[in-house]
């Protein structure tokens, strides 16, 4: 059984537990000396009677549809388990806007490369409805180490020399542009210019990792990153943030503004909406997780090395509120770990979640009011 459905399928079974006992408690105090010795010779009675409790307890504490490790919901029109999602490098310059499909990613990170640039890593657990994915982009290391905590096939256009060593190193199952697999998976649309041009789409995505004899379903011992609450609440001790500002660098310094009628955070970058150029709809998400970590330079060409082991420090927004978190990745291999202040595992509200990685010496620059 998966981890992250473990503690819901405790609850269940607890409420069965508790049906049972409590029918047949029932049984003998409401009942006669001889009743209750007819029905404990018979066991007939008791038997049916505990059997319906118990099938009435499962229907109620298990929620109907397939839960989401990645939002914390049920997806009620939906009958199959999900498996292995897409971890996929997405373009995130100007000149690549706007960005398509991207509004159907469960959880977004961004994390600056060379120049002062984000990419964005965007993590589906349903890939099969995917028109038009892209522009998609090369590897850079850390973001195979983000989308290897997932269990994710990591999905690239290319590579840098260190990220090239990256995908050696850790075996990640992954879908390379510049691979045998490239043909069957990605193309170059007509209406962009190279090198924004390269998207990808649900029968492609498939093609590619059929060529390729990936693994589509999870191993029992795959453990979700994220806990969720059962339902919205507001982070406890947090201050009113209806505007979060996030001035990565010269060239991009994008902010979320709270919308109190639907509870979300909306996206803007380089000075108005980020949208979907698929739907035309703006980015919008539930959650919004700041992470301090440091970045080098490492080349002339300004390429990134980012720590993602070890720990430190982020903020957490959600329902219009922030609050101060820690966070904790102690290998390269382990899942990172969020807390609260007093300790405890932070749990996101269900939802879409964006997590910005941000330069932890500059931490001081993300405002909100």
């Not at 508790?18 to 007939?44: P, Q």
């Not at 490098?89 to 469960?106: F, T, V």
């Not at 697999?181 to 962009?192: F, H, K, M």
């Not at 490492?298 to 509120?321: C, F």
């Amino acid at each position: 059984m998966r981890k992250d459905t473990q503690g819901i399928m405790k609850k269940t079974k607890y409420a069965i537990a508790l049906a049972a006992l409590g029918v047949l408690s029932l049984g003998v105090m409401g009942c006669g000396k001889k009743e209750a010795t007819t029905e404990a010779t018979t066991g007939t009675t008791t038997t049916e009677a505990t059997t319906e409790a118990t099938t009435e307890a499962a229907t109620e504490a298990q929620p109907e549809g397939v839960y989401n490790d990645l939002t914390g919901e049920w997806v009620t029109d939906r009958t199959e388990e999900y498996g292995r999602p897409i971890a996929v490098m997405l373009n995130n310059i100007s000149d690549a806007m706007p960005q398509c499909d991207i509004g159907k990613a469960d959880i977004v990170y961004e994390m600056k490369v060379e120049g002062g640039i984000t990419r964005l890593l965007g993590i589906f657990n349903d890939y099969s409805n995917l028109e038009k994915l892209g522009s998609i982009r090369s590897c850079r290391p850390y973001y195979v180490t983000v989308a290897m905590e997932y269990d994710a096939i990591y999905m690239h256009y290319g590579q840098s020399p260190q990220g090239e060593d990256k995908l050696a190193s850790s075996g990640i199952n992954n879908l390379s542009g510049l691979s045998s697999e490239g043909g069957v998976t990605y193309y170059r649309a007509s209406d962009r210019v190279s090198p924004h041009n390269v998207f990808t789409d649900t029968e492609k995505i498939k093609a590619g990792i059929e060529q390729k004899g990936y693994e589509t379903k999870h191993s029992d011992s795959f453990e979700s990153v994220f806990s969720f609450n059962d339902e919205i609440t507001t982070p406890a001790g947090g201050e009113t943030a209806n505007e979060i500002k996030t001035p990565i660098s010269n060239y991009t310094s994008p902010w979320f503004e709270y919308h109190a009628d639907d509870g979300l955070y909306y996206r803007f970058q380089y000075g108005g909406e980020q949208t979907d150029g698929n739907t035309g709809e703006q980015l919008k998400y539930e959650n919004v997780l700041i992470q301090f970590a440091h970045y080098t330079s490492i080349d002339d060409h300004d390429r990134q090395q980012l720590d993602l082991v070890g720990e430190g420090t982020g903020l957490y927004a959600s329902n219009g509120v922030i609050i101060p978190v820690t966070w904790k990745k102690s290998s390269e291999n382990a899942i990172t770990k969020y807390y609260t202040e007093d300790g405890n595992e932070l749990k996101l509200n269900p939802g879409k979640t964006w997590v910005t990685v941000f330069e932890k010496d500059k931490a001081d620059s993300v405002t909100w009011n």
